[in-house]
């Protein structure tokens, strides 16, 4: 049975911590629900009700155009290695863009990487753990260098070029505020 909580507890954050891997879901009023894993030491909890989160160039921008209509999200993290626990937090969150007030301070945090898209300032207001007793073993987690490549290979001029042509809208047709 999971339980709730009104705040990341700091059993939670060491959980969050340890993992290697996260999912968000979002959806806007209309759209599709989407479900995206993310990684690359991309996320930092700032506080018992706080975790911001670094969204790099991908091949979607669902979560920023979703957050512009209904402002909620979902983060997921789950244990592949011995302890088996799924932890969510649920809240809602802002959109940080490179033109924004506050994107520098945030972004600070993983030192401005090329190709940073938004960064998500999420205000967690439930957390639940659950068992995990059905999520898979899996060995040997290691990072992909093949986004970083990529952006170094693409550089800033061409990473505005695949935001223009890519990253404008959801695959639903909703703007994602990209390049406003």
């Known amino acids: 049975m999971g339980k709730q909580f009104g705040r990341i507890e700091d059993a939670h954050r060491a959980f969050i ?4 891997l996260f999912f968000v879901g979002s959806a806007g ?14 996320l930092r909890v700032l506080g018992p009700n706080r975790i911001l989160w670094l969204n790099l160039t991908g091949s979607g921008n669902e979560t920023a155009a979703h957050l ?22 649920f809240g809602s969150a802002r959109t940080l863009h490179p033109r924004d007030a506050g994107w520098e301070d945030a972004v600070a945090h993983w030192g401005a990487p090329l190709g940073a898209r938004q960064v998500y300032d999420m205000t967690v207001d439930m957390v639940q753990t659950s068992c995990g007793y059905a999520v ?7 990072e992909r ?36």
């Open 145 to 180: 260098d093949t986004l970083a490549k990529w952006t170094e290979d693409k550089g800033a001029a061409g990473i505005a070029t695949y935001w223009d042509e890519r990253n404008r809208e959801t695959i639903d047709g909703l703007p994602t505020g990209i390049l406003e």
């Open 17 to 20: 911590e340890d993992q290697h």
């Open 68 to 89: 512009a209509q209904v402002n909620r999200m979902t983060l997921m993290w789950c244990s592949f290695t011995t302890r088996p626990l799924i932890l969510r937090a």
């Open 29 to 42: 009023t209309d759209s599709r629900v989407n479900v995206s894993p993310k990684g690359m030491d991309s």
């Open 136 to 142: 898979p073993f899996f060995d040997n987690p290691r």
